[in-house]
């Protein structure tokens, strides 16, 4: 690309969105560095477009200079989806100014809102009208629900609500020829066409760029409790996973695992928080969501607990008996990452499975690991009800994490994924593609499959200037 | 097409999957008629394989052929999706047996079928293992799972567990190329790339056909109850669906209203049915299912009731204190169907709201048929915990029901379609559009999200052989 096109192209795009909302020049390392810090890139310009018709008009002017358009949100992704190469001829395009919520119809339980609003702004909009927006992730302070939608977001709510897929009810898509779909829709059945809207969720911004969403929403339950169990084994989470549904239905709001390595890496680098339970193989973490209240959930989980130490499932439990109990029962939950990093670089994984096979292929997968790379330490833990692992893997006791690192990330991937393979798991429950796993989405998924994808991808986006090099 | 190349294609078909399954002679009603009786058709042959790979060795012959497929599952579709056109040109794909249950994971709350098995086949194999599978239609007894997914079927459990879209884990499909693609996966989190899964549910065989299918389960619940209640007002109505949400959380399993006119029909036609209850203006039906048993859940409807009393939302209730009388109040509601057919032809419609938006919608429209049509009675029933209304026109009190249908059908059709555009309504909630619903289509959906139909359609079935003149 000569640089008379991209001349014109700034022009027409400082008068699309303003001159001050076409940044070229300083530090752009908020949008051009992603989060982890492992992609560096050089946008031709970072462009905050402030409405839907802008950004159409961005992408129509971009389309006419064959530029290609990297859409970003809160810049939280995981694996590289997000952020320019280096070539500087892409522009980032940044959702971040369509920040308004359009519209909360509480008699439909459901909220409007641009792309770029910050996930917690939403939350907190649904809350003040009693409300729950039922999508809850680490990153909620930051990331933007736009972002959610083009990486189909996960975290801690899904054994209940689903992925950020179940929760959206309609879209509003800027296409690759520049024009506005309008699928803001609030219905909960609509069978007049195919689905779109899924198409655009979980595509990484390679087909269109998301520039609203109808959300659904949730009354709020009256109270939220939880309990710690010990187990013995996975198979027996497994089989108190199953009680605890038989016992709670759709009250079951949370079912984490949580390995003896995990905490005993909490308990090392964070001595103040207590841990509640003796140490076991296992530590399972229940949350439990209540229409009534308090008293009724408790008794509820100590009912199921009790017919579980009765089985033999669980070797002890205690259930929160205040708030501040439960908050704290969650903190050792969310410290694992936070201790890891303390303990050093480590390997990570997003990985899923059918909750039947999570027992075996851990206990293979282990073994195998600790042959090859003899001390090896695994730090597994996550959301078991979902049969989402994040299953690291960490520097024998003694060793450089950084060398490791360097050195065994691959093979050590090579080895995880292959495992999962005759289980049916996925190498990405939920951070999606990006750049990071382009080539093993090339080697591990169906040929048929990636020929449709490749398909959709030229019909949807001919010039190909979405998101190039990302997913396909 | 020529008849060389038509006796060509059958003998490869009679050599693929046998003579006895290529059907050219006789009477062939079960696959060339529809059930409404308002579509007949010719095929080329009914062809019935007994394996995915003989479905698609059959698509790799007619595609070479150039012959189109219409796939067919139970042939209970209410649109004129399913069946052959006219010219004879077309072949019937019959997928009844493929009829194989595949797996059932308990653990993993997942069942795995062929797209041949009938829906209630499948409520019984989860039943015998204490399992739900949550999808419920009044076709139960003889669609497959496969035209449920093919038309994203809807029924009368979608308050809680949605569509048949949110029910489906994983699909395995033959594409246009005669490919298959083994997308059978239990797993609740699977970014790895595009979501083809929603493209094909809901396509209606224009796509692809599905040839089978993995489904969530859930655990039996202990007790399942109803109860009506009495409202002067659909806002009313709808209000007590707000508390009801609050107050039961996700054991609101169902929340029907039937108008009055509604009811009188079926007093009228089925007088031995008991009404149950003091005539108003609207009927509620709630159902809740419980995971503890009986009585907790009749003491959570009596409290939900007693404060809907208080409120002045209901003017009456009464809460089932047994299975029969659970029973009788739902037959109360699947009998309006029935009374109307005793009282002649009527003009039906499948539409869907916002649920804020039902009142206003019901009340004004109501108004404008009145007017242009003096003395139509209105049949308004439905799912109101969806927004899914069945609204239909009959014809005035003594007046020919069968010319009401023939003379107004599509001056009533497009007064209630164009009704419901300011509300963001849809036109099909549940049915889909197959050949019935095409030029509405055409005429109310977005120009933006028609051409990206069609490019879809154009990418996925180049040659345009999977049921053409279908959707698109």
Same mark, same amino acid.
């Given at each position: 690309?000569?640089?008379?096109?991209?001349?014109?192209?700034?022009?027409?795009?400082?008068?699309?969105?303003?001159?001050?909302?076409?940044?070229?020049?300083?530090?752009?390392?908020?949008?051009?560095?992603?989060?982890?810090?492992?992609?560096?890139?050089?946008?031709?310009?970072?462009?905050?477009?402030?409405?839907?018709?802008?950004?159409?008009?961005?992408?129509?002017?971009?389309?006419?200079?064959?530029?290609?358009?990297?859409?970003?949100?809160?810049?939280?992704?995981?694996?590289?989806?997000?952020?320019?190469?280096?070539?500087?001829?892409?522009?980032?395009?940044?959702?971040?100014?369509?920040?308004?919520?359009?519209?909360?119809?509480?008699?439909?339980?459901?909220?409007?809102?641009?792309?770029?609003?910050?996930?917690?702004?939403?939350?907190?909009?649904?809350?003040?009208?009693?409300?729950?927006?039922?999508?809850?992730?680490?990153?909620?302070?930051?990331?933007?629900?736009?972002?959610?939608?083009?990486?189909?977001?996960?975290?801690?709510?899904?054994?209940?609500?689903?992925?950020?897929?179940?929760?959206?009810?309609?879209?509003?898509?800027?296409?690759?020829?520049?024009?506005?779909?309008?699928?803001?829709?609030?219905?909960?059945?609509?069978?007049?066409?195919?689905?779109?809207?899924?198409?655009?969720?979980?595509?990484?911004?390679?087909?269109?760029?998301?520039?609203?969403?109808?959300?659904?929403?949730?009354?709020?339950?009256?109270?939220?409790? +939880?309990? *710690? &169990?010990?187990?013995?084994? $996975?198979?027996?989470?497994?089989?108190?996973?199953? =009680? @605890?549904? /038989?016992?709670? #239905?759709?009250?079951?709001?949370?079912?984490?695992?949580?390995?003896?390595?995990?905490?005993?890496?909490?308990?090392?680098?964070?001595?103040?928080?207590?841990?509640?339970?003796?140490?076991?193989?296992?530590?399972?973490?229940?949350?439990?969501?209540?229409?009534?209240?308090?008293?009724?959930?408790?008794?509820?989980?100590?009912?199921?607990?009790?017919?579980?130490?009765?089985?033999?499932?669980?070797?002890?439990?205690?259930?929160? +008996?205040? *708030? &501040?109990?439960?908050?704290? $029962?969650?903190?050792?939950?969310?410290?694992?990452? =936070? @201790?890891? /990093?303390?303990? #050093?670089?480590?390997?990570?994984?997003?990985?899923?499975?059918?909750?039947?096979?999570?027992?075996?292929?851990?206990?293979?997968?282990?073994?195998?690991?600790?042959?090859?790379?003899?001390?090896?330490?695994?730090?597994?833990?996550?959301?078991?009800?979902?049969?989402?692992?994040?299953?690291?893997?960490?520097?024998?006791?003694?060793?450089?994490?950084?060398?490791?690192?360097?050195?065994?990330?691959?093979?050590?991937?090579?080895?995880?994924?292959? &495992?999962?393979?005759?289980?049916?798991?996925?190498?990405?429950?939920?951070?999606?593609?990006?750049?990071?796993?382009?080539?093993?989405?090339?080697?591990?998924?169906?040929?048929?499959?990636?020929?449709?994808?490749?398909?959709?991808?030229?019909?949807?986006?001919?010039?190909?200037?979405?998101?190039?090099?990302?997913?396909?």
């Amino acid at each position: 690309m000569n640089t008379m096109v991209q001349t014109d192209l700034l022009d027409i795009l400082r008068r699309t969105v303003g001159a001050a909302q076409v940044l070229t020049e300083g530090d752009l390392s908020a949008w051009e560095l992603d989060w982890r810090r492992r992609w560096r890139g050089k946008a031709l310009a970072v462009v905050r477009p402030g409405s839907t018709a802008e950004v159409a008009a961005v992408v129509r002017a971009c389309a006419a200079h064959g530029v290609a358009i990297v859409p970003q949100g809160g810049n939280t992704g995981l694996v590289g989806g997000g952020v320019p190469d280096a070539s500087g001829t892409q522009v980032l395009l940044s959702l971040q100014r369509l920040n308004r919520v359009r519209a909360i119809d509480e008699a439909n339980l459901a909220l409007t809102a641009e792309a770029g609003c910050v996930l917690q702004t939403l939350q907190q909009a649904a809350r003040e009208r009693s409300l729950l927006l039922p999508l809850s992730l680490a990153a909620e302070g930051s990331c933007t629900i736009g972002g959610n939608l083009a990486t189909n977001a996960g975290g801690t709510q899904v054994l209940r609500w689903g992925n950020t897929r179940e929760l959206c009810l309609g879209l509003e898509v800027v296409t690759a020829a520049g024009e506005v779909w309008d699928g803001l829709t609030g219905l909960r059945k609509d069978n007049t066409g195919y689905d779109l809207r899924n198409l655009f969720i979980g595509s990484e911004g390679t087909l269109g760029i998301i520039t609203a969403a109808t959300m659904k929403l949730a009354p709020l339950p009256a109270a939220t409790t +939880t309990a *710690l &169990a010990a187990c013995e084994t $996975l198979d027996a989470c497994v089989a108190l996973l199953k =009680l @605890a549904r /038989a016992r709670l #239905g759709a009250g079951l709001t949370g079912f984490e695992v949580m390995g003896r390595f995990a905490l005993d890496l909490v308990a090392r680098h964070f001595p103040a928080l207590p841990r509640s339970l003796p140490d076991a193989p296992w530590t399972v973490l229940l949350e439990q969501s209540d229409t009534e209240g308090e008293a009724p959930a408790r008794e509820r989980f100590e009912a199921l607990l009790g017919s579980a130490l009765e089985e033999g499932l669980v070797g002890d439990a205690v259930v929160a +008996t205040s *708030l &501040a109990q439960s908050q704290a $029962l969650w903190q050792l939950r969310e410290s694992i990452p =936070l @201790a890891q /990093a303390e303990e #050093g670089a480590n390997i990570k994984h997003d990985i899923s499975l059918p909750v039947s096979a999570i027992a075996e292929f851990v206990t293979r997968t282990d073994a195998v690991l600790r042959a090859r790379f003899p001390g090896v330490r695994l730090v597994n833990f996550g959301h078991l009800g979902d049969g989402n692992l994040h299953y690291n893997v960490q520097a024998a006791e003694g060793a450089d994490p950084a060398l490791f690192l360097a050195e065994q990330e691959h093979a050590v991937n090579t080895l995880v994924f292959d &495992a999962l393979q005759p289980f049916g798991g996925s190498f990405s429950a939920e951070h999606g593609i990006g750049a990071l796993k382009r080539d093993e989405l090339v080697l591990r998924k169906s040929p048929v499959a990636l020929a449709m994808m490749r398909s959709i991808k030229a019909a949807l986006d001919p010039q190909g200037l979405f998101n190039p090099g990302r997913v396909l």
